[in-house]
């Protein structure tokens, strides 16, 4: 007797503003986070800001886990409601996986702090810019004994740089999982087995990413495939 594998749904927040015509560095498959979702394996599926009488009780309770890009912040009431995404996420142990602005919101989110203007608050790191040179990218180094370093293998390797801001102080509950060569924070993640949540400064989708950055997107996909055989033997357990 066959079985129909259930789709693992990804919400993704925030806009994919990786256009078709760019071409991507690596070539393997198209750009954009839609499309590298569904190249891990994943149904991506669009996350829009709750209505305000609204909670994201009901937007993320068919999800496996939640990618957040970011996007511009255009008022207070979406700065709290993407907090309260990220405490959404944590309180169910929903796989979560933040991108730039993303990554700086799950860090605020638990107390952490950012360098708003990175030029100018650390004015000897490297040309961490945006909007970014054409080509781009910089070493970081992946601490060993980390779940990055399970994606990537730990070391040295070279992700692209698009950005201004950057994590100061790494919130509460959170490590350190990779820095530039200058010590800026490049990546993070939650302590603990409980909640697979990474957050990453670099653009893992975009023209300028390498085909290893699929690890990221194949990660949370199987991290999101847990997650759901958690969720169905949870009333069995129950009862």
């Known amino acids: ?11 993704i927040y925030g806009p994919d503003d990786i256009t ?21 394996g994943g149904t991506p599926v669009p996350l829009e800001l709750p209505k305000s009488s609204r909670s994201w009780d009901e937007s993320i309770a068919e999800l496996d886990g939640v990618l957040f890009l970011g996007g511009d912040v255009v008022s207070p009431r979406q700065a709290a409601a993407e907090e309260k995404l990220c405490q959404h996420c944590r309180d169910r142990g929903l796989p979560f996986l933040g991108v730039d602005r993303g990554m700086h919101v799950l860090n605020t989110t638990y107390g952490g702090s950012l360098h708003s203007d990175l030029p100018r608050d650390l004015p000897q790191a490297l040309q ?14 992946v601490n060993p004994d980390t779940r990055l370093a399970a994606l990537y293998g730990e070391g040295e390797i070279v992700v692209n740089s698009e950005h201004w801001r950057a994590l100061n102080k790494v919130a509460a509950g959170f490590r350190v999982s990779a820095t530039a060569l200058d010590g800026v ?15 990453v400064q670099w653009h893992p989708a975009s023209a300028s990413a390498s085909g290893l950055d699929i ?24 009862a």
């Open 215 to 238: 690890q990221l997107f194949r990660g949370l996909v199987e991290a999101g495939r847990q997650y759901q055989q958690q969720a169905a033997h949870a009333p069995a357990m129950a």
């Open 128 to 141: 961490h810019r945006h909007p970014p040179e054409r080509g781009l990218r910089h070493a970081i180094n």
């Open 20 to 40: 078709p015509s760019e071409s991507r560095g690596c070539g393997l498959w198209p750009p954009g986070y839609v499309a590298a979702v569904t190249a891990a």
């Open 185 to 199: 924070v490049e990546a993070i993640e939650a302590e603990g087995e409980d909640w697979f949540a990474l957050g």
């Open 1 to 11: 007797m066959s079985t129909t594998a259930t789709p693992l749904r990804i919400g």
